[in-house]
């Protein structure tokens, strides 16, 4: 298992911050996330199949903001 660290834009509120972490977690090869709030960073932990740039498109369908730190 990997990690990685991205850079999230648009969260302003505790339910925001749960539905990403639910946009996250539901993409293929993504065994984990957990966003911080106070940071503005998601962590998340993921297999093979993972895909940064699926990541990214779910993310942004939600009007967040994501860049890999």
Do not use: H, W
Request: net charge negative.
């Amino acid at each position: 298992m990997n990690t990685k660290t991205f850079i999230i834009g648009g969260i302003v509120c505790g339910g925001c911050a749960r539905t990403l972490e639910k946009i996250m977690r539901i993409q293929p090869g993504v065994k984990a996330a957990e966003f911080d709030f106070d940071r503005k960073e998601a962590v998340i932990v993921y297999g093979e199949d993972f895909e940064v740039s699926e990541l990214k498109k779910a993310v942004n369908a939600f009007n967040y903001s994501i860049e890999e730190k």
